[in-house]
């Protein structure tokens, strides 16, 4: 085990390789205690920001509950949770951000694709907390979508 | 390929693309590429979207059985992710089968492609890049697939884009017709007894043209109206085009003109004015009657019915009409002035049926409030009696409401239907009590119980079946010979509250589906102009009691689970011989949140299926169908299952796996002596594929 000292050492002169043990233990920390939607992994600022953002962008098709129509699945409930179980944020994100809205995808920028998902975990469920989700698919690819509250 | 070019090809509006057999000139002779047959097994076809024109989804094959189901194996699959400018996750086709070709449209542009069955390999791709006029339109990505003409020589495949046009393709080479339209191409928003827009109107089609003798009849579909921007929207009628041309035949207004037969179900002046009604479901058609069935859809305003007043023809009414002249035989309406979005979602099956001693030329149409209505299909009158029965008014001002609803005697509801306490979930006594204290937040009741005003304390009806069904657009299956209907069904109910609207830039109709507290948000059309986007924050969403802070009124859950019993999807075999049902199983594996449900803990809940919208396929032994949704399984890998039961008891025979739900039904042929099963997958994060299964061994 290394004292701090040797820590220091290391990043202080070892150059890009023990930079890069570092950092691949920091990620198998983090991979080791993962967040799930859970853990409060937007806000509520920006869930509102999101539902205006869905009323005008998703609405029409997903319908203003969120509940689907004949020609769109539903955005919220258990179908959407199932659908969506054991995937990531980032998943989301990023099946949103090529997709949507259907008549003119890749519009919407990644600021309000995460706005608009925010909306859609707070519509299911999912708490709030005090860090936005960011808004990009690689920073939420390790908040995992979890349809039951993990024990605990 | 002689003067291709990327460039060229994207340059140009149409596209083909041949990729085998090219010969001088380059046309294609992809049929050629495809080996004879030299096994005992003749080949089979799957010449229509549900198998034939009576609509089955039947195929008499049996290689594949209860023995080896579970030896399944893929054989080919094919993604469609190059198709179009982004991956689609909503791959609807079923594909046609015809000389060891299979036609289908695929990916997010609804190209057309022809693939060998037996490799999955790609023989020719059609691509149309209608531009704005596509992204406008209210019926996006794949589509249904394709309808397929022959007169024994000439060979066409035909299908509807996105932007609303009828190609006509060469079956063999991909190229479109020349003696067919404008150069294989009839645009569908002109001729049609209206003056539209041909880049905004709101229509399109997702459903593949019926092709009946030398038909090819179209039907309209538009942007959902829960909260419809417009009253006069486009009217959504039917057209039957000459297949060799691409002239129109006839057209039938679903709305009557004035003089028409139906016109005086109207309230005066709302026939006019009145837009939709049209035929998004398959249709189905008897040659030998003469006769095409047209499933109509509500006219403008799916839960609202303040400018359609009246019985309102032919909303919600399955319609016989001539083959050749397009003139209205029977018509059957199935809700009056319908206030549940139950249009007609399916193809009805034709059937012929023994009944008090005699065959009977009978049609069962599945439905989203799962009854099956059974009609003599000659004349449009019910097998067994259909009667009138006086339900509730609702308290919607100016609301138009019919005294009476027509309710099947026979078949039984093969679905729930209304909401009663006995329906609410009961996993445990403790969630019995949470849904009964959550239901006293809304109106329940029969079916046929009214939307009414949202407030507080009562945010409207629960509606079993929901908005979307019981059943949806993939319709049932039928064997003919034992007279059995097959239909997948889901137990997933909505909220239809109704809320006062007195802002014209949002709607045009002063109440609209919504709940109390949640502002009407505009619902544009495809192709409205988006401007004036409004990022105001909506005021919060009014408190609930007893409601966990973070969740809404509309939210039908307890605990998040569901606020109804299992089962959520379910397969029912229903006898037509009897007019009763023969099994019913829940279809799909429990869903992961009711499984791992700590409020479930220790509890053996039996399978509760899954809800979605799913064709089953019947064949000589089996009824086979994949799951609807993800469930990941005891290996910890999401997917779904294709599974197959007994189709006399309903006993499940075997299961495989697939990366992801069924989204378009299954379809099956015999090629050189293989049976195949090859269905559309895709949803969630897995981006749409068609995979074939056949049997281990030598191909």
Request: aromatic share 8%; hydrophobic share 35%; charged share 20%.
């Amino acid at each position: 085990m290394m004292d701090r000292n040797s820590k220091l050492h290391l990043w202080g002169s070892a150059g890009i390789g023990g930079a890069l043990l570092l950092l691949g233990g920091a990620i198998a920390h983090a991979q080791g205690t993962a967040r799930t939607v859970w853990d409060g992994v937007y806000t509520a600022d920006q869930a509102d920001r999101g539902k205006a953002a869905y009323g005008e962008q998703c609405a029409a098709c997903h319908g203003p509950t969120l509940a689907g129509i004949d020609v769109a699945p539903p955005l919220s409930g258990n179908a959407f949770l199932n659908n969506w179980n054991n995937t990531s944020a980032g998943d989301l994100f990023d099946r949103i951000h090529s997709t949507m809205p259907l008549n003119n995808p890749g519009s919407l920028g990644a600021k309000t694709v995460s706005d608009i998902e925010a909306y859609m975990f707070q519509a299911n469920g999912f708490p709030a907390g005090k860090t936005a989700l960011p808004p990009s698919q690689p920073m939420m690819a390790g908040i995992k979508i979890l349809a039951t509250k993990p024990a605990g | 390929m002689k003067g291709f070019s990327r460039r060229g090809l994207l340059a140009s509006t149409a596209s083909t693309f041949v990729l085998s057999g090219l010969t001088g000139g380059g046309r294609a002779i992809a049929a050629a590429a495809i080996p004879a047959n030299t096994t005992p097994h003749p080949d089979t076809e799957w010449r229509h979207y549900a198998a034939d024109q009576a609509n089955t989804r039947y195929s008499p094959l049996d290689q594949i059985n209860g023995t080896n189901f579970n030896d399944l194996e893929i054989a080919w699959s094919f993604k469609t992710d190059a198709l179009g400018a982004r991956k689609e996750y909503q791959f609807e086709a079923t594909p046609l089968l015809i000389k060891g070709r299979l036609f289908t449209t695929a990916g997010s542009r609804r190209d057309c492609i022809a693939l060998d069955a037996a490799t999955g390999e790609l023989l020719w791709m059609h691509r149309l890049d209608e531009g704005q006029r596509a992204l406008n339109s209210p019926r996006q990505l794949s589509g249904h697939g394709v309808s397929y003409w022959t007169d024994g020589t000439k060979e066409r495949i035909l299908y509807v884009t996105i932007g609303y046009q009828l190609v006509s393709l060469d079956a063999a080479t991909g190229l479109p017709d020349p003696e067919f339209g404008t150069n294989g191409v009839v645009d569908l928003k002109r001729d049609f007894d209206q003056d539209i827009d041909p880049v905004t109107a709101d229509v399109g089609l997702h459903s593949t043209p019926l092709v009946v003798k030398d038909v090819a009849v179209i039907g309209a579909a538009h942007t959902a109206g829960d909260v419809p921007e417009i009253r006069q929207n486009v009217k959504g009628y039917v057209r039957g085009f000459d297949i060799r041309t691409g002239r129109r035949k006839w057209i039938f207004h679903t709305i009557p003109l004035k003089g028409e037969f139906g016109y005086d179900s109207w309230v005066a002046g709302d026939a006019e004015k009145a837009g939709n009604t049209g035929c998004w479901a398959q249709m189905s058609a008897d040659e030998e009657l003469g006769l095409v069935y047209i499933p109509v859809e509500l006219p403008t305003g799916d839960e609202t019915g303040v400018f359609r007043r009246g019985d309102a023809l032919f909303g919600e009414s399955l319609v016989a009409v001539d083959i050749e002249t397009g003139v209205r035989k029977w018509h059957y309406q199935m809700v009056h002035h319908g206030l549940w979005d139950r249009d007609i979602p399916c193809a009805p099956i034709l059937c012929d049926i023994p009944y008090k001693g005699r065959i009977v030329k009978a049609l069962a149409q599945p439905t989203k409030q799962a009854y099956l209505y059974v009609l003599d299909r000659t004349n449009g009158k019910p097998l067994w009696p259909i009667v009138e029965r006086k339900v509730e008014a609702g308290d919607v001002p100016g609301e138009w409401y019919a005294p009476t609803q027509p309710v099947p005697t026979k078949p039984p509801a093969y679905d729930v239907q209304g909401v009663s306490i006995d329906d609410l979930i009961d996993f445990t006594p403790e969630l019995r009590a949470q849904a009964v204290e959550f239901v006293k937040n809304y109106k329940i009741g029969p079916l046929f119980t009214p939307p009414v005003m949202s407030k507080p304390g009562r945010w409207g009806t629960i509606s079993a079946p929901g908005v979307q069904g019981g059943t949806n657009w993939p319709g049932g299956s039928y064997d003919p010979e034992t007279h059995i209907v097959y239909v997948y069904s889901k137990t997933q109910p909505s909220v239809v509250g109704i809320v006062a609207n007195s802002d014209t830039s949002v709607s045009e109709f002063p109440f609209v589906h919504g709940i109390d507290g949640m502002r009407p948000r505009k619902m544009p059309r495809m192709g409205a102009e988006s401007g004036g986007v409004d990022f105001r924050p909506p005021p919060p969403p009014p408190p609930r009691p007893g409601q966990k802070a973070g969740t809404f009124p509309g939210f039908l859950t307890v605990q998040g689970l569901p606020l109804l019993k299992p089962p959520y999807g379910r397969i029912t075999a229903i006898d037509l011989t009897k007019g009763d049902i023969a099994w019913q199983v829940a279809h799909g594996e429990t869903p992961d949140n009711v499984r791992n449900h700590p409020a479930l803990k220790g509890l053996k809940i039996p399978r509760t299926g899954r809800p979605g919208n799913l064709g089953p396929l019947t064949t000589k032994t089996l009824v086979i169908c994949g799951e609807a949704g993800f469930y990941t399984n005891e290996y910890g890998v999401r997917g779904a299952m294709l599974r197959a039961y007994d189709k006399a008891t309903g006993e499940e025979k075997g299961a495989v796996y697939m990366a992801a739900p069924q989204s378009g039904s299954p379809m099956t042929y015999m090629l050189r002596g293989k049976q195949y099963i090859v269905v559309a997958i895709g949803g969630g994060n897995y981006s749409a594929e068609l995979v074939a299964y056949r049997l281990p061994g030598r191909a």
